[in-house]
């Protein structure tokens, strides 16, 4: 993250140099060079540690542990508690320990408690311990991702970010296949569930080096194009700032509709994202693919969301718009949804072609909708709590996600194609409502409808965030 005060001395000395597009292309492409492939490495190793439960399902992983009834959803929703309720202070501990320190910290921590399990109480402990450890990764990728770019040169850089969630996906199941332990004595028969096939010591020890290169190589930048990057930032925001935490702040952001409808959407976008990950095997395996089949026919689905989701971020920047994309996400899910839900006359390639449309449409959707939110958060503290209870809020999903796909309604799952399909509305029917909140919203301040904020004292002023007249939404 850039230092501020380092930063305005940069301002200081370099304020008569005129900054043209080749010094700001140059200050973009080291932060593309620096942060992304970062981020994407640790989110990747995240996301796989996180699903791969899925793939242990078909393996075998219920009768080695012993697991029967709801004992699997228990598993997959008790990683969701400490993950939910840690998002927002880890994001707000950014404020006071630098990223590099922080992100190796808890990746140290969940590499370390992650490994062999021999009963499902272990596997409980395991999964809760993950989701403890890893809560602080995705709320501060995001954050990160608001400190280093404007709002419309985002969306692609996220995109590629969280489609390291795709590439998990695909090849998790071949790469990172759960490895079964099976030895002759009571007691010794167990399940590995490794994220990959490495020593824990030297996979630890790897992670926290790739961590702790956030803060060495964003140290590349000189004080002028750390001037130059804030000053970018600053042009982008108006003065939308928000340095300032107190109860008064606090009710501030707590208190602005725009926030919790944007929780909504990623809510419900999530609910069909996350229950269709956990479940895809599953779901292939009882089309009739054995469960090594089961996982190299989810590869092919998983690359047509890749190029997809691709695709339509570099669009939304290049059209500096986010709605229409999140509207064209939804109506795809809802196709295969409904295709899904009228199965039992339809033939496997049917069913098959129905699961590229909903993992297709999830991942345009999905991405442009967090960067969508995000990018309407002006200043400090407003996007740091903001985008925590963003992410919560999407997480929140997991607890609905794991109960929907109902064992004894297999193989057409009712409950659960329709609670993504009655989800998936609710993504489009909120979407429109923060489009008609955020253009009015607009309207008024060119207007001047909100310049009597203007008039209150300069603490004040300084601390509006996104609520300052100059400030415009992005549609």
Known sequence: MVNSST???????????????????????????????ILYTLYMLSYLDRINIGNARIEGLAKDLGM???????????????????????????????PSTWLSMIMFFWVKYHGLVASFQGLLACRSLL?????????GALYLFTMYYKRYEMQRRYTLYSTSGIITGAFGGVGGLPVPIRREGP????????????????????LRRVAMLIGRRTQNLDDNERALLLHRLENDDGYAKMDHLDRATLRRILGDWKLWVGALIYLGSCTSNYSISYYLPTVLNEFGYKASDAQVQAIPIYAAALVSALIAAWMSDRLRHRFSFVILGAAINVIGLIVL????????????????????????????????????????????????????????SGFI?????????????????GV???????????????????????RRRCRGERDYRLQTNRE????LGDDHPSFRYAL
């Open 131 to 139: 989701g403890l450890f890893e809560s602080g990764l995705a709320p």
């Open 187 to 206: 007691g010794l028969n167990g399940f590995v569930v490794p994220s990959i096939r490495s020593s824990e010591d030297g996979r630890s020890r790897r």
């Open 460 to 463: 004040k002023l300084e601390n």
């Open 341 to 396: 839900l009228a199965q039992a006359s339809l033939s496997v390639k049917v069913k098959y072609m129905a699961l590229y449309f909903v993992r297709c449409g999830l991942w345009i959707g999905s991405p442009i909708e967090i960067v969508w939110i995000a990018s309407n958060l002006g200043g400090h503290y407003k996007r740091t709590i903001g985008s925590a209870i963003q992410v919560a809020s999407g997480n929140l």
């Open 7 to 37: 930063a305005k001395v940069g301002v200081l000395n370099s304020s008569k140099e005129t900054w043209d597009s080749k010094a700001e292309a140059r200050v973009l492409r080291r932060c593309d060079f620096n942060v992304v492939p």
């Open 68 to 98: 029967s009834g709801d004992d699997y959803n228990i598993a997959v929703q008790i990683f969701f508690v400490p993950y939910i309720l840690l998002e927002v202070p880890s994001n707000i501990a950014l404020r006071h320990v630098t």
């Open 420 to 442: 993504a399909l009655v989800m998936t509305v609710v993504v489009a029917a909120s979407a429109n409502a923060s489009l008609v909140g955020y253009r009015s919203e607009n």
């Open 401 to 417: 996600a794991g109960n929907v796909f109902i064992a004894k309604q297999s193989p057409r799952y009712p409950t659960g194609y």
